[in-house]
C-alpha cells in the first residue's frame, strides 16, 4: 500500500494513503487500484459581480473571502485530501454542460457529501442545483443561501439565472436575509433584483443587521446559539468524516 506524507500548516503530520495493489488469481503481477478516500466537498456560488464582471461592476469576490476563511479552518483535511472547495460564479451552474463542466467533474464520486453555499444569484441557482444533482443521484448534505436574489423579471432578461423559483433538495437547508440597519448601494441593487422571500423550508431561517454585500458576515456570524451557518455547515462536515 501506498502512502504519502502530508504536513498541515498546523504542525501536524498526517499519512495519507493514496492506492493499494491487488494480486488477481490469474495473474501474479501486481494491479494498482486507487482508494476511494472519503472527501467532503464545498461549492460556494457567488452572485452578480462576484467572480466576473456583471455589466460595469465588479468583481467583488464577496463569497471568496467566506470560502477562504473557512478553507484554513479546514487546511489540515485539505491536506489530507478529505476536504476541498471550489469558488463559481452562479452562471458556473445553471445548465448540464456547466454543471458537468464546473461541478460535476470535481466530484469523485456520486455519494460524496456535497455543500453547497450560495450568495445571492448564487444562492437562487445553488437552489436549483440542489433539485439537479439530488435528480442525477448525487448526495447533498446541506444547502445554505445567503441573501438570495432572483425573483424579479427584470433580473431574469439581463442575467443567467432559472426564471422559475427553486424548490431545494438537501438534507438541511440554512438560509440568511440580510436587514440591514444602514442601507448601502449593494441593498439596492438586491432590493432592484428582488429578493427570494422564503416562508418555510430552511432547517434555520434568519434575518441579520448586515448588507446584502458582506456574504462573509452572513456566513461566519452567529444565528443560533454561538454557532454561525459556516460552523454548522464545518460540524456537519466533521461528523460525514468520523463515518
Known amino acids: 500500500m501506498a502512502s504519502e506524507t502530508v504536513t498541515c500548516a498546523k504542525g501536524n503530520t498526517y499519512k495519507q494513503q493514496?492506492?493499494?495493489?491487488?494480486?488477481?488469481?490469474?495473474?501474479?503481477?501486481?494491479?494498482?487500484?486507487?482508494?476511494?478516500?472519503?472527501?467532503?466537498?464545498?461549492?460556494?456560488?457567488?452572485?452578480?459581480?462576484?467572480?466576473?464582471?456583471?455589466?460595469?461592476?465588479?468583481?467583488?469576490?464577496?463569497?471568496?473571502?467566506?470560502?477562504?476563511?473557512?478553507?484554513?479552518?479546514?487546511?489540515?483535511?485539505?491536506?489530507?485530501?478529505?476536504?476541498?472547495?471550489?469558488w463559481l460564479g452562479y452562471n458556473e451552474v445553471r445548465g448540464k454542460k456547466d454543471i458537468q463542466k464546473n461541478v460535476l467533474n470535481i466530484i469523485p464520486y456520486k455519494s460524496c457529501p456535497i455543500y453547497i453555499v450560495g450568495h445571492s444569484l448564487g444562492g437562487w441557482?445553488?437552489?436549483?442545483?440542489?433539485?439537479?444533482?439530488?435528480?442525477?443521484?448525487?448526495?447533498?448534505?446541506?444547502?445554505?443561501?445567503?441573501?438570495?436574489v432572483g425573483e424579479g423579471a427584470l433580473v431574469w432578461l439581463g442575467s443567467d439565472i432559472y426564471m422559475d423559483p427553486p424548490v431545494p433538495t438537501a438534507e438541511r437547508w440554512l438560509n440568511v436575509k440580510a436587514t440591514p440597519s444602514k442601507p448601502n448601494d449593494s441593498d439596492s441593487v438586491a432590493d432592484f433584483g428582488e429578493k427570494w422571500i422564503i416562508g418555510?423550508?430552511?432547517?434555520?431561517?434568519v434575518n441579520m443587521d448586515t448588507n446584502h454585500a458582506n456574504a462573509n458576515a452572513m456566513f461566519t456570524r452567529p444565528v443560533i446559539g454561538t454557532q454561525s451557518v459556516g460552523d454548522l455547515v464545518h460540524e456537519s462536515i466533521m461528523k460525514e468524516l468520523a463515518k
Request: proline share 4%; aromatic share 10%.
Open 18 to 86: 493514496s492506492e493499494h495493489t491487488l494480486t488477481d488469481k490469474k495473474d501474479v503481477s501486481e494491479k494498482t487500484v486507487p482508494i476511494e478516500s472519503t472527501k467532503a466537498i464545498v461549492f460556494f456560488i457567488g452572485g452578480a459581480g462576484d467572480k466576473e464582471k456583471y455589466y460595469f461592476s465588479g468583481p467583488f469576490e464577496n463569497v471568496k473571502e467566506a470560502k477562504l476563511k473557512f478553507d484554513n479552518k479546514l487546511e489540515c483535511l485539505m491536506a489530507e485530501g478529505k476536504y476541498t472547495s471550489e
Open 125 to 148: 441557482n445553488g437552489a436549483h442545483l440542489t433539485t439537479i444533482m439530488t435528480g442525477w443521484g448525487y448526495k447533498i448534505k446541506m444547502l445554505v443561501t445567503l441573501d438570495p
Open 200 to 205: 418555510s423550508g430552511p432547517a434555520i431561517n
